[in-house]
């Protein structure tokens, strides 16, 4: 079953952050689900500030810069894993550097 990993981390301290040495344990961590075969995707996003939020309502269209929901941490960037049951799932999420300096979240994919 493939399930998302979602990462979210509060984009205040980002100024505490060590991004080479966390782009360093990123690309470890990616290169050990490639090899461990439950890769199937995952991206990096841009700051929350460059999203853009639609949503249609009896008005028509609602657009409205940035995120929808007004929380402290945000989507950071997801991977999407095969795994054989939640419990890999978590073990995967748990080794995740995001799960260090954020949260991550693990939520199944409905599959066709």
């Known amino acids: 079953m493939e399930y998302l990993v979602s990462?979210?981390?509060?984009?205040?301290?980002d100024g505490e952050v060590d991004?080479?040495?966390l782009g360093v344990e990123y690309a470890n961590y990616a290169a050990e689900v490639t090899e461990a075969g439950?890769?199937?995707?995952?991206?990096?996003?841009q700051p929350s500030a460059s999203a853009?939020?639609?949503?249609?309502?009896?008005?028509?269209?609602l657009v409205t810069d940035g995120p929808f929901a007004e929380a402290r941490e945000q989507l950071g960037g997801f991977f999407v894993l095969e795994c054989a049951d939640l419990d890999e799932a978590l073990e995967w999420a748990a080794r995740c550097p995001g799960a260090r300096h954020g949260t991550v979240e693990v939520r199944p994919?409905?599959?066709d």
């Open 7 to 13: 990462i979210y981390r509060d984009e205040s301290k």
């Open 19 to 21: 991004w080479e040495r």
């Open 38 to 45: 439950v890769m199937r995707g995952g991206k990096k996003l």
């Open 52 to 61: 853009t939020t639609v949503a249609i309502r009896e008005s028509g269209r």
């Open 109 to 111: 994919v409905i599959s």
